[in-house]
């Protein structure tokens, strides 16, 4: 069975990165970029719809 992941991306410093979606706060939440510690709503950090789906889904 092949784990879920959720991709982020930051808006501030464009660093990619993944993570488990039940590693990741809710949605709503806010989130730390771990290279430029920009803070933002977990949201804005998914790349895709799709990742956004799935963190809602799993997380």
Do not use: I
Not at 10 to 37: A, D, I, M, T, Y
Not at 39 to 44: A, D, G, L, M, T
Request: aromatic share 6%; net charge negative; hydrophobic share 25%.
């Amino acid at each position: 069975m092949e784990e879920a992941y959720v991709r982020l991306l930051c808006p501030e410093c464009n660093k990619e990165w993944q993570e488990p979606p039940g590693e990741l706060p809710e949605s709503q939440r806010v989130l730390h970029c771990p290279n430029c510690h920009a803070s933002r709503r977990v949201s804005e950090f998914t790349r895709t719809e799709h990742d956004l789906r799935t963190l809602k889904q799993f997380g």
